[in-house]
């Protein structure tokens, strides 16, 4: 199991796997349409980290990287069915990691469209490749999200997930009942992963940590949503990719103790799971905003805001049965995955001279 398609390829997620897999020395071919929900130059640049210049690239065009003879990267849209099933033939990949998607609740709400072409159609046509191409393990990027209404805590792949308060949240729950739709019927290992707020260098400009530190040493306030009063479950790059990366080489097995009489929705008596990945350990968001002005020593003028629609007071992930399943768990604290971001951010963002004048204000 060593040729692995990994769409999302120019995201967060994607770049910091497919650095990993290819130290691994997985031959991997990187896809991603590199859309503009977020800046593509920040999306360019993570490319030219893994050695594909932003000149070499063309549209629905295999690049190999300049830096690994392992790695090569395709530029085009899930939701391009005739370029995703002729890459299934081509390629003839052992593995799937689906990290691409519309991302974003709150956008969910301006552009609901966009959200169920890239994220049910897409995704129909890496199940369908996977069918018709005898796929090893197809692993996909599901969300916290599909908690939805839940308050029962810390939420649980055993938990009914069916109140979603966005359809970002819906879409993602749509992905886990075809994964299973397609593990039943044509015996296809999926795992489904529910990952927590990932955070740390080379982030999306969409989230918290990048909105704030941003906004703190530019001198503008930042928006603080249902007034402070809010948790999340922080989990940092890296323990995201370690444990993706445990999981590739372990595609589940039917579980022989399912019973419909009273169904377990995280296993299945086909070869389909879903994992929490979290770090299990939530944080108050005005202890995460007091972290980051620490370090960036910063007071920060706060806006103070209601709560978002589509937006959920609390996340904490049970990750038990991914210990059990990988002998892993998610450990980096907010204060070195801060400290790690905010490295990363005055160095690719800010000038020496610049860092000088916020230190001395």
Known sequence: ????????????????????????????????????????????????????????????????????????????????????????????????????????????????????????????NLLEGARHHSLQHLIYASSSSVYGANTNMPFSTKDNVDHPMSLYAASKKADELMAHTYSNLFNIPTTGLRFFTVYGPWGRPDMALFLFAEAMLNDEPIKVFNYGNMERDFTYIDDIVESITRLIPKPPSPNPDWSGDNPDPSTSFAPYRVFNIGNSSPVRLMDFIHEIESQLGVQAEKNMLPMQPGDVPKTWADVDDLFEYIDFKPQVGIREGIENFIDWYKAYYISPGEMKAISQK
Do not use: C, W
């Open 1 to 124: 199991m060593n040729k692995v398609l990994v769409t999302g390829a120019a995201g967060f997620i994607g770049y910091h796997l497919t650095s990993r897999l290819i130290k691994e020395e997985y031959t991997v071919v990187g896809l991603d349409n590199i859309n503009d929900y977020y800046s593509t130059d920040l999306k360019y640049d993570r490319l030219e980290q893994l050695g594909i210049p932003r000149e070499s690239i063309t549209e629905e065009a295999i690049v190999p990287s300049s830096t690994n003879e392992n790695l090569s990267f395709i530029k085009t849209d899930l939701e391009n069915k005739r370029v995703i099933d002729s890459l299934f033939a081509d390629e003839g990949f052992d593995i799937v990691i689906n990290l691409a998607a519309q991302a974003g609740v709150r956008y969910s709400l301006k552009d609901p469209y966009r959200y169920v072409s890239s994220n049910i159609t897409g995704f129909l």
